[in-house]
């Protein structure tokens, strides 16, 4: 592991008490740790020339400047079209939650948002936030301005997950909300009626926004590491339940393995990218997923 | 089904240990948030089930080997013993253990009686202390059960082979009897033998078997302690044609050589032992050993003879033995004592030389190279006898006697009553008459009848007398009717201790014996000292003067040899036989000195006018001697003991055989120390389930941690 990868870990994150600084951290981190430049290909227009860095692609090398100047320089393009993101964050209570890990699922998908986020603007691409719980709450429209970072840090830093969700309702509203094709930035637990949540995922991907789904869980949810026997609550229902931890982890694994299946086959129907995440994991595939969809909507 | 330690089931109270930590000790759950509850709910109910499934099945693992430990412990056993109703009685036992001498066979360097003490000693150290035990051997000896455990071991010890042992089956009906006679005890009975095909005949089998009948509750346990496949080498009995040698009679011997399990010839020697106790070899053949027809293909024969010239007078003894050694040493050696005595003075009484000529040629011929000299004769008138001593004379042969002197008759009745012999030759001077009177009656055999003219011949129907044994084996080729008798004295009544020894062809008596106190009297019904054409009258017979008379020399030997009451002595006994010798001495030694095969001497008395010495410590094989000491008194005999031939044959009867000879269950069959084992274990306290109990507990432990780790695996 490079020193630059291993600062997308959340565990060093963690210690960025700034989310803006956060972001900016991220971004640079992953976009340093690519061997080629993320901005290749993209339609854009050239602008003008900028002296070459490491990590760009030597075809871009204008070498009519190089036989000029005797120095590199490539060419730097302007984008063509503008890409409206939308991040749409989960204000749900259980997004809370975390067990032994550094961060929560909330600040987990903070800093992603925010890394996000901090990357669009970076593209000139407007971007905007939307937060749920049981329905809509709140929204930034967005924009593609330099204070755009700001406004939706801030905005970002001031969350706090303790409604309970209906995800389902809350992307129909979404849906009817948005103009434009847009893409959308979903982060959530996904901890409800999976049929209501697909049937309204399908509804606003007909309305031809591009979606990335980030399905953000806790480590423990995802590798069910209690021992003996506990007693289990939901934070959100308050509905408990007495397991043998022991006997009930492969049943554990397996029904998650089957949601998780059951909304990557859909998802993958219906052309959402569906990215399972869990808290422990770094930033840096979340971002390459926004990278590889902004690229083909280019 | 049963348990050797009862108290220890107990320990199946403790399954419910397992089922109080199951519900009892039920751990407090510990509380966490766990957001994504909907996954837990979904398998919920499929889970409890499974988990409850899982949790009935180990518990139930776990009571079942804390139930299974404790019934392994109490160490259940399976009785099959088939003795209903006498579980847990005390125990009577009796243990046969074959002490003959073919037990004496070699195998793994352990005789076969020494294998058979040691496991009967074994068996005696397993019975409980409260056990009735009889120790039961082949000697002819009562037995009866002893007091305790070390008696019967220190009987075990002492057990001696058995030169002349009863019947097998004598000693396993009178171990059965023996048990039965405790109707409240378990009855067993141990046998233990070399399964010898001599010992279990189809007539000893059957005994046993309404033996057993009688006695439903006895099981007899037969323990084989034989040899699959023996070797041995044997000698047949020592076949002397005359214990009793005169001067110049050469000793002659043949003997039998019989081995099983090889063919090689055999080294067989003869050795005499003289004053000194170092035995002299006087002889030795190789003897052939060829396949026995009778016997199996393993059995093979030989044959050796040995003759010895020259012995000086006196007792010889001495033995045959084989050179090479084999695991059974006791038939290698065989033993004989012989006597070279001097002639027997016999006493010829007849009214001219002419009556006794014929019996002095046939008794010491005077012609011919003969060294021997049986008979030393003396011939008298009858006129002389009257004043003669008739004690030194071993016998006196009446030729054609004549009306005799009462004083004669009766001198010649107390002679013979003090053991000496008197032939009587009847003729044609015998007047009834005379002869009828009762000073004559006391020798003859009956009253003179008339002089028969019917003529016939002798003609002997049966030859089993001993006065016509030497002329036994040759009978057939006698051509008795070319000696034709025309006369002879037909006789009345006749006397009540007379009887008849050989016959006419017409069935008339021609020879009779009496006996008359501690002699014999022998008639003759016609005369041997007819010549052949005697002057004025017609001969009577033509028995000394027929053609090549060797029939009537070897009758006449015979007769007076018979009268002498000294060539038909045997010195070979049995082992265990009592030997009756009779001394010749005219004073009997009060005290004499017994010396047996192992040299220790021994003194004995005898009391006084005893002329008849007893000895019945004859059990060890080998040559005896007795003697004692003084001038009159001075006595110098000997005799051998040897072992019967049957303890020499080794083949073995078929196991099975002796299975089904028997009621189902009655008799088992043992070969090793473990087979008894099992017998004694299933027998009297069942059949051990130890080790299949403790494997079953393994096997659930195994299974219940098996599953166990199964179940939680994901823990670690």
């Known amino acids: 592991m490079s020193t630059v990868e291993k600062y997308l870990k959340p565990e060093i994150i963690r210690k960025i008490s700034r989310l803006d600084l956060r972001a900016q951290f991220i971004v640079k981190g992953f976009l340093q740790g690519l061997h080629a430049s993320p901005f290749h290909g993209f339609s854009v227009e050239f602008s003008e020339h900028r002296k070459y860095a490491p990590g760009d692609n030597p075809d871009d090398i204008d070498w009519l400047v190089y036989a000029k100047t005797d120095k590199y320089y490539i060419k730097k393009f302007e984008a063509e079209t503008n890409l409206t993101g939308y991040l749409v964050m989960d204000l749900s209570a259980s997004m809370a939650y975390s067990y032994e890990q550094e961060l929560s699922k909330f600040e987990y998908s903070i800093c992603l948002a925010a890394a996000l986020c901090y990357l669009m603007i970076h593209q000139n691409d407007p971007v905007g936030l939307i937060t749920f719980g049981e329905k809509i709450a709140d929204s930034l429209s967005p924009k593609s301005k330099r204070q755009q970072i700001g406004n939706i840090l801030s905005h970002l830093a001031r969350l706090e997950p303790r409604d309970k969700t209906d995800i389902g309702r809350s992307l129909n509203q979404l849906a009817a909300m948005l103009r434009h094709s847009s893409l959308v930035m979903l982060f959530s637990d996904l901890l409800g009626d999976p049929d209501e949540v697909i049937s309204a995922l399908r509804r606003l991907r007909h309305g031809g926004h591009d979606i990335i789904l980030f399905h953000v869980l806790d480590k423990a949810e995802v590798d069910f590491p209690f021992e003996g026997l506990v007693e289990l609550e939901d934070p959100e229902s308050r509905a408990s339940l007495e397991v043998n931890a022991d006997a009930y982890r492969s049943d554990y694994l397996e029904e998650l393995g089957e949601f998780r299946t059951r909304y990557d086959r859909e998802c993958h129907q219906i052309g959402i990218d569906y990215v399972p995440l869990d808290t422990s994991m770094p930033f840096d595939r979340a971002l390459t997923e926004y990278l590889v969809n902004r690229r083909n909507c280019g | 089904m049963g348990f050797l330690t009862p108290v220890l089931l107990g320990g199946v109270a403790l399954v419910a240990l397992p089922v109080l930590l199951h519900l009892v000790m039920r751990r407090q759950p510990r509380k966490l948030a766990f957001p994504a509850l909907q996954f837990v709910r979904r398998r919920q109910q499929a889970n409890r089930r499974r988990m409850n499934l899982r949790n009935w099945l180990l518990l139930a693992l776990r009571c079942l080997l804390v139930a299974g430990l404790a019934v392994a412990l109490a160490r259940p056993t399976l009785r099959r013993s088939g003795l209903h109703g006498k579980e847990g009685a005390p125990l009577a036992v009796a243990l046969v253990v074959d002490n003959s001498h073919r037990m004496q066979y070699v195998h793994e360097n352990k005789t076969r009686q020494r294998q058979a003490v040691e496991m009967a000693e074994w068996l005696v150290e397993q019975f409980p202390s409260d056990t009735e035990i009889a120790v039961v051997d082949r000697s002819r000896a009562a037995t009866g059960f002893v007091v305790d455990k070390k008696t019967a071991e220190a009987r075990l010890r002492h057990l001696e082979p058995e030169g002349s042992p009863r019947p097998l089956e004598d000693a396993v009906r009178g171990a059965i009897q023996l048990v039965t006679d405790r109707p409240d005890h378990r009855q067993e009975v141990f046998l233990f033998s070399d399964l010898s ?520």
């Open chain 2, 197 to 716: 095909a001599v010992d279990w005949t189809k007539q000893a089998l059957k005994s046993i078997k309404e033996v057993l009948d009688k006695s439903p509750d006895v099981r007899i346990f037969v323990v084989d302690v034989g040899v699959t496949h023996p070797r041995n080498i044997s000698l047949g009995q020592l076949k002397l044609r005359s214990s009793i040698l005169r001067p110049g009679q050469p000793l002659h011997m043949d003997v039998s050589v019989r081995c099983i399990g090889s063919d090689e010839a055999q080294l067989v020697e003869l050795f005499l032992e003289g004053s000194s106790t170092e035995a002299v070899k006087r002889g030795q053949h190789h003897v052939e050993l060829t396949a026995s027809p009778a016997g199996s293909n393993l059995t093979t024969t030989g044959q050796a003879t040995f003759e010895l010239a020259d012995l000086p007078l006196g007792i010889h003894q001495g033995y045959v033995r084989l050179a090479a050694d084999d695991p059974l040493e006791v038939d290698n050696t065989r033993y004989f004592t012989v006597d070279v005595r001097p002639p027997v003075r016999v006493l010829l009484l007849g009214e001219n030389r002419r009556d006794t000529l014929f019996l002095r040629e046939a008794l010491s011929p005077s012609m011919g190279g003969l060294h021997v000299v049986r008979f030393e004769c003396e011939a008298k008138q009858f006129s002389e006898a009257v004043s003669l001593a008739l004690k030194p004379y071993a016998v006196v042969c009446l030729c054609d006697p004549p009306p005799l002197d009462d004083k004669l008759w009766q001198a010649l009745a107390d002679y013979t009553h003090s053991g000496g012999g008197t032939g009587i030759f009847l003729g044609h001077r015998a007047r009834m008459s005379a002869f009828n009177e009762p000073v004559a009656e006391q020798l003859l055999p009956g009253k003179l009848k008339i002089q028969s003219r019917q003529a016939t011949h002798l003609r002997p129907r049966s030859l089993a007398h001993p006065a016509l044994s030497s002329i036994k084996d040759y009978a057939a080729s006698i051509p008795w009717e070319i000696y034709p008798v025309w006369k002879y004295w037909e006789l009345g009544d006749l006397a009540t201790d007379a009887y008849v020894v050989m016959r006419f062809a017409n069935n008339q008596p021609a020879i009779l014996e009496r006996p008359l106190g501690r002699g014999r009297v022998v008639t003759l019904t016609t005369p041997v000292s007819d010549p052949l054409e005697p002057p004025g009258r017609k001969t009577w017979n033509l028995l000394p003067t027929g053609p090549e008379p060797w029939p009537f020399v070897a009758l006449s030997n015979q007769i007076v040899g018979y009268l002498a009451q000294h060539d038909n002595a045997s010195f070979t006994f049995s082992s265990g036989e009592t030997v009756v010798l009779q001394l010749a001495t005219l004073q009997p030694p009060s005290i004499y000195v017994l010396v047996p095969p192992d040299g220790e001497p021994m003194r004995r008395k005898l009391p006084p006018g005893e002329n008849t010495i007893r000895i019945s410590t004859t059990r060890s094989l080998g040559n005896y001697k007795l003697t004692s000491g003084g001038t009159l008194t001075q006595v110098n005999l000997g005799f051998s003991v040897n072992g019967g031939e049957d303890q020499s044959r080794l083949e073995r009867i078929d196991p099975t055989q002796l299975a089904s000879a028997f009621p189902a269950n009655r008799v088992q069959l043992a070969e090793t120390l473990e087979d008894i084992e099992i017998y004694v274990d299933v027998g009297r306290s069942g059949h051990e389930l130890f080790s299949w109990a403790i494997t079953l507990v393994a096997l659930v432990w195994s299974t219940e941690h098996l599953l166990a780790n199964r179940f939680y695996r994901s823990t670690k």
